[in-house]
Nanobody
Framework: QVQLVESGGGVVQAGGSLRLSCAAS????????MGWFRQAPGKEREFVAI????????YYADSVKGRSTISRDNAKNALYLQMNSLKPEDTAVYYC???????????????WGKGTLVTVSS
Protein backbone atom coordinates (compact mmCIF):
# COMPACT_ATOMS: atom_id res chain seq x y z
CA GLN A 1 0.00 0.00 0.00
CA VAL A 2 0.97 3.61 -0.57
CA GLN A 3 0.12 6.48 1.73
CA LEU A 4 0.06 9.99 0.31
CA VAL A 5 -0.10 13.05 2.54
CA GLU A 6 -0.50 16.53 1.12
CA SER A 7 0.58 19.76 2.78
CA GLY A 8 1.11 23.40 1.92
CA GLY A 9 -2.46 24.52 1.41
CA GLY A 10 -3.79 27.69 2.95
CA VAL A 11 -5.34 31.06 2.30
CA VAL A 12 -3.63 33.35 -0.19
CA GLN A 13 -4.62 36.52 -1.97
CA ALA A 14 -5.20 36.55 -5.69
CA GLY A 15 -1.92 36.91 -7.51
CA GLY A 16 -0.02 35.13 -4.78
CA SER A 17 1.83 31.83 -4.78
CA LEU A 18 1.73 28.54 -2.94
CA ARG A 19 3.82 25.40 -3.04
CA LEU A 20 2.00 22.18 -2.34
CA SER A 21 3.87 19.09 -1.22
CA CYS A 22 2.95 15.43 -1.14
CA ALA A 23 4.86 12.93 0.97
CA ALA A 24 4.64 9.30 -0.07
CA SER A 25 5.26 6.32 2.16
CA UNK A 26 4.68 2.60 2.10
CA UNK A 27 5.63 0.58 -0.94
CA UNK A 28 8.10 1.93 -3.45
CA UNK A 29 6.78 4.23 -6.13
CA UNK A 30 9.23 3.05 -8.78
CA UNK A 31 7.76 3.75 -12.22
CA UNK A 32 4.68 5.37 -10.78
CA UNK A 33 3.19 8.41 -12.43
CA MET A 34 2.21 11.07 -9.92
CA GLY A 35 -0.21 13.90 -10.29
CA TRP A 36 -2.34 16.59 -8.77
CA PHE A 37 -6.10 16.87 -9.02
CA ARG A 38 -8.46 19.34 -7.42
CA GLN A 39 -12.08 19.59 -6.44
CA ALA A 40 -13.85 22.89 -5.94
CA PRO A 41 -17.03 23.12 -3.86
CA GLY A 42 -19.97 21.72 -5.77
CA LYS A 43 -17.83 20.61 -8.71
CA GLU A 44 -16.34 17.39 -10.03
CA ARG A 45 -12.74 16.46 -9.29
CA GLU A 46 -10.55 17.72 -12.10
CA PHE A 47 -7.06 17.12 -13.39
CA VAL A 48 -4.35 19.69 -12.65
CA ALA A 49 -0.95 18.25 -13.57
CA ILE A 50 0.91 14.98 -13.94
CA UNK A 51 4.56 13.90 -14.05
CA UNK A 52 6.42 10.77 -15.09
CA UNK A 53 8.70 8.77 -12.80
CA UNK A 54 11.83 10.39 -14.23
CA UNK A 55 10.32 13.85 -14.13
CA UNK A 56 11.07 14.25 -17.81
CA UNK A 57 7.45 14.23 -18.86
CA UNK A 58 4.80 16.60 -17.57
CA TYR A 59 1.31 17.58 -18.63
CA TYR A 60 -0.88 20.38 -17.35
CA ALA A 61 -4.51 21.34 -17.48
CA ASP A 62 -5.06 24.42 -19.63
CA SER A 63 -6.43 26.21 -16.58
CA VAL A 64 -3.05 26.12 -14.78
CA LYS A 65 -0.59 25.90 -17.68
CA GLY A 66 2.01 28.65 -17.48
CA ARG A 67 1.20 29.37 -13.85
CA SER A 68 2.08 26.06 -12.23
CA THR A 69 5.02 23.69 -12.15
CA ILE A 70 4.88 20.07 -11.06
CA SER A 71 8.04 18.37 -9.87
CA ARG A 72 9.12 15.36 -7.85
CA ASP A 73 12.06 14.22 -5.77
CA ASN A 74 12.17 10.43 -5.89
CA ALA A 75 14.94 10.24 -3.29
CA LYS A 76 12.56 11.90 -0.86
CA ASN A 77 9.41 10.21 -2.16
CA ALA A 78 7.94 13.65 -2.65
CA LEU A 79 5.79 15.43 -5.17
CA TYR A 80 5.38 19.19 -5.47
CA LEU A 81 3.16 21.72 -7.17
CA GLN A 82 4.32 25.31 -7.37
CA MET A 83 1.38 27.56 -8.15
CA ASN A 84 1.84 31.20 -9.08
CA SER A 85 -0.50 34.02 -10.07
CA LEU A 86 -3.29 32.32 -8.17
CA LYS A 87 -6.87 33.16 -9.01
CA PRO A 88 -10.06 32.81 -6.95
CA GLU A 89 -11.12 30.04 -9.32
CA ASP A 90 -8.11 28.02 -8.15
CA THR A 91 -9.85 27.61 -4.80
CA ALA A 92 -10.27 23.88 -4.21
CA VAL A 93 -9.09 20.88 -2.27
CA TYR A 94 -5.93 19.65 -3.98
CA TYR A 95 -5.24 15.93 -4.07
CA CYS A 96 -2.02 14.07 -4.70
CA UNK A 97 -2.36 10.82 -6.63
CA UNK A 98 -0.19 8.01 -7.95
CA UNK A 99 -0.79 5.46 -10.67
CA UNK A 100 0.79 3.46 -13.47
CA UNK A 101 -0.81 5.24 -16.43
CA UNK A 102 0.16 8.64 -17.79
CA UNK A 103 -3.39 9.86 -17.84
CA UNK A 104 -5.35 12.91 -16.76
CA UNK A 105 -8.28 10.69 -15.88
CA UNK A 106 -8.76 10.38 -12.13
CA UNK A 107 -9.88 6.75 -12.42
CA UNK A 108 -6.43 5.88 -13.79
CA UNK A 109 -4.85 6.66 -10.43
CA UNK A 110 -4.43 3.89 -7.88
CA UNK A 111 -3.59 5.86 -4.75
CA TRP A 112 -4.91 9.12 -3.34
CA GLY A 113 -4.13 11.47 -0.51
CA LYS A 114 -6.80 13.12 1.59
CA GLY A 115 -6.22 16.55 0.14
CA THR A 116 -5.15 20.01 1.22
CA LEU A 117 -7.37 23.08 0.94
CA VAL A 118 -6.28 26.06 -1.09
CA THR A 119 -8.36 29.21 -0.76
CA VAL A 120 -7.63 32.19 -2.98
CA SER A 121 -9.25 35.42 -1.88
CA SER A 122 -10.05 38.21 -4.30
Amino acid sequence: QVQLVESGGGVVQAGGSLRLSCAASGRTLNNYIMGWFRQAPGKEREFVAIITWSGGGTYYADSVKGRSTISRDNAKNALYLQMNSLKPEDTAVYYCAAGLKFSKVADAMNYWGKGTLVTVSS
